[in-house]
Each structure stands twice: as C-alpha cells, then as structure tokens.
C-alpha cells in the first residue's frame, strides 16, 4: 500500500485557481491509478479525475471538463489537480484515492485501496 497526503486547498475566490498535491510514500507508486474524489457538505462523494500509472490515460467527471486537469510526476511520487476558473459550487473536501489493481477508468467507481485525509477547498464569490 501506499500513503497519501494532500495538500493545496485552502480559500479562493471565484474565477481563481488552485493546484492541489497528492503526496505518496511507498513503493511502486508509478503502479497505482490515482484519482480525485469530493464531497460537499450533504452531498454524496463525487468522482473528480483519474490518471493512470503512468500517466496516459485520463478521466473526467462531466461537471469538471474543460477546467480541472489532473498530471502526475512519478519521480516525486505525487499527482496534482490543477482547478481553474473556480466557482462556488467547487467547494467541498478534495480526497485522493490510489489503486494497485485499479485502472483509472475502474477507479472511477470509489473502491480505492488507499485514501487520503482530505484538503478543504473553499471558493467565494
């Protein structure tokens, strides 16, 4: 297993951007799908952006095209999201989840191995 850390959230206001960072120790890193998850307060868990192992594939939830973009580096052990044009309804928990087994089209589902403990991120207007 891996152990994940995020970091980056923080307040924002609309329109602005964010990058957060999933920081991973453990071994085989460049193994793991890695994805995005959130959770606004009374909402369920919504999937954000996945990324495989080694970095080809990508996946979007729909409400998210176009304005995040979820890159990975490997030799730092670490996956970002990058969070453009952010509006309010961006507000929430960001988590990041990390799969061996996984691809990051099946990571989609929320059955990751490994999860991180959240960074907020909240957007004003």
């Known amino acids: 297993q891996v152990q994940l850390v995020e970091s980056g959230g923080g307040l924002v206001q609309a329109g602005g951007s964010l990058r957060l960072s999933c920081a991973a120790s453990?071994?085989?890193?460049?193994?793991?799908?890695v994805a995005w998850f959130r959770q606004a307060p009374e909402k369920e868990r919504e999937f954000v952006a996945s990324?495989?192992?080694?970095?080809?594939?990508?996946y979007y939830g729909d409400s998210v095209k176009g304005q995040f973009t979820i890159s990975r580096d490997n030799v730092k052990n670490t996956v970002y999201l990058q969070m453009n044009r952010l509006k309010r309804e961006d507000t929430a928990v960001y988590y990041c989840?990390?799969?061996?087994?996984?691809?990051?089209?099946?990571?989609?589902?929320?059955?990751?191995?490994?999860w991180g403990q959240g960074t907020q991120v909240t957007v004003s207007s």
């Open positions: 989840a990390a799969d061996y087994f996984y691809s990051a089209a099946a990571i989609v589902g929320g059955k990751a191995e490994c």
């Open positions: 453990g071994r085989s890193f460049s193994s793991y799908a």
């Open positions: 990324i495989s192992g080694s970095g080809r594939n990508t």
